[in-house]
């Protein structure tokens, strides 16, 4: 079974940044997309970012674009997501997911990953 071991996060100002990261426990295929989510009290989880590790594609929620950065280390099968200009509608638990195989358009869909990180809390206050 694949493990995803996610580390960052914490408590920021806003306007502040921090950068989560994600490592898997086995290789990175080439039909891999690596993703994160996330989920606020009373929210459902909703996208943020994913990459698809062959082609380096990227995808972002539009409420995050220009802020946020999904990038890899394929040495170290590891995402990070590195936040910048947080707002507090950014706290949230952040997911980070695997999905050995997906189709393409379909890297926004928290359904159709197969593995999940344990979460981290993102807390964005003044």
């Known amino acids: 079974q694949e493990q995803l071991v996610q580390s960052g996060g914490g408590l920021v100002h806003p306007g502040g940044s921090l950068r989560l990261s994600c490592a898997a426990s086995r290789r990175t295929e080439s039909n891999c997309y690596m993703g994160w989510f996330r989920q606020a009290p009373g929210k459902e989880r909703e996208f943020v970012a994913a990459?698809?590790?062959?082609?380096?594609?990227?995808y972002y929620a539009d409420s995050v674009k220009g802020r946020f950065t999904i990038s890899r280390v394929n040495a170290k099968n590891t995402v990070y997501l590195q936040m910048n200009s947080l707002k507090p509608e950014d706290t949230a638990i952040y997911y980070c997911?695997?999905?050995?195989?997906?189709?393409?358009?379909?890297?926004?869909?928290?359904?159709?990953?197969?593995?999940w990180g344990q979460g981290t809390q993102v807390t964005v206050s003044s």
């Open positions: 990459i698809n590790w062959s082609r380096i594609g990227t």
């Open positions: 997911a695997a999905a050995d195989n997906i189709a393409p358009g379909a890297a926004r869909a928290p359904s159709r990953y197969d593995y």
